[in-house]
């Protein structure tokens, strides 16, 4: 077995543990630990990124790469069959632009944190545990083992917030946690519920003992398996339920007469069970993205976060909420994904429109930047929501860019907080007449997020708008007006970016009053350009070159979309045919 990916995953704990052996006086080799951790980690992942063969998957339930799985936990549980959790990793078409962006911010994170002085051994411990956890999420391929990532990013966000902060820290770490704890209970619901509903064929039939004794699983077993199951021809004490995603994935792994079956008939608020236990998981991850009218927590995590933490939280953390919707929630609930198209592109381009309004009306650069990330997120929505091969692709094309993106723009945001302890643009003037190099970066970023030609961002939207206007026709689950309001919100990036570029860095170079006897203008340094050449780098060149990107997630895409739409007009068509 490969354990390239296990590595990926626990190479950052491995460095906590040796950072945790360290006396906190050894500030400096704490550091240079916590930089080899994500550096091996970065280097892992690109290797994955490098080996992953984008033309071998066909399917979007099929051809993981990089698989590991082996059972975990799992006992007999008598007349109730057998309980099993599987340690279940794997990376698809949905999941390698996540693994690549995660390693890359983590290194970036590590250099902008290198300026860490309160308690550095604490710090980089959390940091790296944070590593651990989010790289865990993108990886998971059992919803038991995801929920166990998603929830321990929990502690050391909140403390990352909390004690290395800003002056209402203690607010924005509770806020922080109280919404995404609220956000991970809806989805533990869920998953009970499914885990409740749904088996593992190959395991079933080796409790059955259809297997001989170090026999691989073929696919008549599974098919003989799943039909004896619709036909309740199996005994409850042979049933091996799962917590897989790839087996919730399957309609025929439903327990017949089980909660969430297709035609189970469970009804709640005049609607299928189904329905409801969408919308529960559609909510824990929206608090993830966030969506409005969730997305209250993000501004002030952002504002009190330190800078490093405010990169990893708008370019990593805010994807593990888009990636759950797209690798679980839509896939497992197809039927009513379709059903709720309307509700799920709707909160998309309200995000895309409010989201940039607030960006519009913001002083504080940081929040500017905080707002227009809620603003970008609507897109992933809006092409999910159209469930076009084009909106898919532009969707998790839209997540990598905007990770990227987002990294810059939160460093710049930094550079200048460093020398001035202040990020209101009113207060300055023409600071690219003092500081031009990072005028430059700065106009990068801003043309970079607002979608300009030649850079990621411009491809990540383009073809999340043709993927919404094409799907009256492809799909005819979204409304083109949907798609026609989305586009205002380039022109409110446009307005709200080229306005905060003129305040701040045009015209006669000033500062405000207060500010001057402190404040330390000069241009970047060799840190500060380590941080920002790479990402400006990439924008341009995932821009310039999408095929990178594309090529290896392009098929499953393809195999994603057509199974997701397929199975969710059959069993929309099933479950109304039953109401009526």
């Not at 080996?51 to 790469?65: E, K, L, M, T, W």
């Amino acid at each position: 077995m490969n354990f390239i990916l296990s590595s990926l995953i626990f190479i950052p704990l491995l460095a906590a543990l040796i950072v945790l052996c360290l006396p906190v006086r050894l500030q400096k080799p704490i550091k240079v630990v916590a930089l080899l951790g994500a550096l091996v980690q970065m280097g892992l992942s690109v290797l994955v990124y490098v080996q992953f063969n984008g033309g071998a998957i066909a399917n979007g339930q099929q051809g993981y790469q990089f698989v590991e799985k082996v059972n975990w936990i799992g006992f007999a549980l008598g007349n109730l069959g057998r309980f099993q959790i599987d340690y279940f990793v794997g990376v698809d078409g949905v999941s390698i632009s996540m693994v690549l962006l995660t390693g890359i911010v983590a290194v970036i994170g590590v250099i902008s944190s290198w300026a860490i002085t309160k308690n550095v051994k604490g710090y980089f411990l959390l940091y790296l545990l944070l590593l651990t956890s989010v790289m865990g999420c993108f990886l998971a391929l059992d919803f038991f083992l995801f929920y166990l990532f998603f929830e321990f990013m929990l502690l050391p966000m909140y403390f990352l917030i909390g004690i290395w902060g800003g002056p209402k820290r203690e607010y924005a770490a509770i806020k922080f946690f109280i919404f995404t704890l609220v956000g991970s209970l809806f989805i533990l619901l869920v998953m009970i519920g499914l885990y409740t509903s749904v088996i593992d064929p190959a395991a079933t039939a080796a409790q059955m003992g259809l297997l001989d004794q170090g026999t691989a699983v073929g696919a008549d077993v599974l098919k003989q398996v799943q039909q004896m199951l619709q036909r309740n021809q199996i005994s409850n004490y042979n049933l091996v339920r799962t917590f897989s995603i790839p087996a919730m994935m399957e309609p025929a792994n439903f327990i017949p007469g089980s909660l969430l079956h297709v035609l189970s008939g469970a009804m709640l608020w005049d609607l299928p069970l189904r329905f409801i236990a969408f919308l529960l998981l559609f909510a824990g991850f929206a608090i993830k993205v966030p969506l409005v009218p969730v997305h209250t927590w993000l501004p002030d995590a952002h504002v009190e976060a330190p800078t490093p933490i405010s990169v990893l939280l708008a370019a990593v953390l805010l994807k593990v909420g888009g990636y759950g919707l797209i690798r679980i929630v839509y896939p497992i609930f197809p039927d009513a994904a379709a059903y709720f198209a309307i509700l799920v592109g709707g909160l998309g381009v309200l995000s895309i429109i409010y989201g940039a309004l607030n960006a519009l009306a913001m002083n504080d650069l940081k929040k500017l930047i905080a707002y227009s990330s809620v603003s970008h997120m609507g897109f992933v929505l809006l092409g999910l929501a159209s469930l076009t091969i084009e909106g898919v692709n532009g969707a998790i094309y839209m997540m990598f860019s905007h990770g990227i993106i987002s990294a810059m723009l939160f460093l710049v945001v930094g550079v200048i907080y460093d020398r001035a302890h202040n990020r209101m643009i009113q207060n300055f003037r023409g600071l690219a007449n003092v500081m031009p190099a990072y005028t430059a970066f700065v106009v990068i970023a801003f043309f970079a997020s607002l979608g300009l030609p030649g850079f990621s961002g411009f491809i990540a939207e383009l073809l999340v708008l043709v993927g919404g206007f094409g799907a009256p026709e492809a799909t005819g689950l979204l409304p083109r007006w949907l798609t026609i309001v989305a586009v205002f919100g380039l022109l409110l990036a446009a307005a709200y970016y080229l306005w905060a570029l003129q305040r701040m860095f045009f015209g006669k170079y000033w500062i405000f009053p207060e500010l001057r006897a402190e404040a330390v203008i000069t241009d970047l340094n060799k840190r500060e350009y380590l941080m920002l050449v790479p990402l400006a780098v990439l924008a341009l060149l995932f821009g310039i070159f999408p095929h990178l990107l594309l090529d290896k997630i392009s098929l499953t895409v393809t195999g994603y979309t057509e199974m997701v739409l397929q199975r969710g007009q059959e069993q929309l068509g099933l479950i109304i045919s039953r109401l009526q």
